[in-house]
């Protein structure tokens, strides 16, 4: 059973080697929501990508899981947007 430091650890290593469809792809089967450093490589794979739309509703669903969004975080969304 995958933990959220082997989800992170995996988006992260993708998210490096510059593969945002991969990240997003991980991001998908995160069991918990609520992860800071997996919304923002989330967030950040979307802005690579130009998600805009997929960044505003991960933003909406970090905000939902009560997560504080980050600098990092935050600047990922508008980058997408």
Known sequence: L???VSYSAV???CDRCEQPHKVLECWKTVPAKD???ACSLALRACEMSLFWSAA???FQE???ALLQPDAECLGA????S
């Open 2 to 4: 995958a933990t959220m």
């Open 11 to 13: 988006m992260t290593a």
């Open 35 to 37: 992860n800071a450093v």
């Open 56 to 58: 505003m509703r991960l």
């Open 62 to 64: 970090s905000l939902q």
């Open 77 to 80: 969304a508008i980058g997408a």
